[in-house]
């Protein structure tokens, strides 16, 4: 089972500072991806990525930036935290072409 | 782009009943379609995939239907049992190559009472 692990778990972030969430992978999978859930909206796309280096975006990329240093790791980053970016987000990766997604345990972030 | 549409968005059922949860997408291009689980606090777990060459698909306890022609994928829970108690989501890729964007259907969430 392909490992993904996100920290952290909880956070709270006052309105206007920076947020960075991060996402490891164990797998060696090529593609990561970035999703936020909310009640009503189900998963949305916000970020994702092909390899170290890469980094594309998604269908609700305004307000985030993505990082991927190295295959394991891929970070989402808030430079400005507004509260409509309070959200459950879900960092998930996948091996290229087998169109499956394993996905990390979410962290919750509240922006006050 | 692909919209999926999802339904219904609550669904109660007694245990031993059946459960089905219906998604509806608009690109005809989509290839591959998935099912996922989520138990309360916890992360989304694939139940299936399938892809565009099969109809029917079997798993433990559940059957899911793809109708390419009218573009409907449904989840069919049989005989429910507690632990079916979850959120469920669908997802659709396009046949479109690169890296594997999924727009998923915005949730079902299926509470099995005793």
């Known amino acids: 089972e392909a490992a993904v692990t996100q920290s952290p778990r909880n956070k709270v972030a006052v309105t206007g500072g920076k947020v960075t969430l991060s996402c490891n992978q164990t797998?060696?999978?090529?593609?990561m991806y970035w999703y936020r859930q909310d009640t009503g909206h189900g998963l949305r796309l916000i970020h994702y990525?092909?390899?170290?280096?890469?980094?594309e975006k998604g269908d609700i990329p305004d307000g985030y930036k993505a990082s991927r240093p190295s295959q394991e790791n891929f970070s989402l980053i808030l430079e400005l935290a507004t509260p409509s970016q309070t959200s459950v987000y879900f960092c998930?990766?996948?091996?290229?072409?087998?169109?499956?997604?394993?996905f990390g345990a979410g962290t919750r972030l509240s922006v006050l | 782009g692909e919209q999926v549409e999802q339904r219904p968005p609550h669904l109660s059922v007694r245990e031993g009943d059946s459960a089905v949860i219906t998604c509806t997408y608009t690109?005809?291009?989509?290839?591959?379609f998935f099912w996922y689980k989520q138990e309360p606090g916890a992360s989304l777990q694939l139940l299936m995939k399938?892809?565009?060459?099969?109809e029917i698909n079997e798993g433990q306890g559940f059957t899911v239907l793809l109708n390419k022609k009218d573009k409907r994928l449904s989840l069919n829970l049989t005989a429910a049992h507690p632990g079916d108690s979850a959120a469920y989501f669908c997802?659709?890729?396009?046949?479109?190559?690169?890296?594997?964007?999924?727009?998923f259907g915005k949730g079902t969430q299926l509470i099995i009472q005793p």
């Open positions: 399938v892809f565009s060459s099969t």
């Open positions: 690109d005809p291009n989509s290839y591959y």
């Open positions: 997802a659709v890729r396009l046949n479109t190559g690169g890296a594997d964007r999924l727009t």
């Open positions: 797998n060696n999978h090529n593609n």
């Open positions: 990525s092909y390899g170290a280096g890469s980094t």
């Open positions: 998930a990766s996948g091996p290229w072409g087998q169109n499956t997604l394993y």
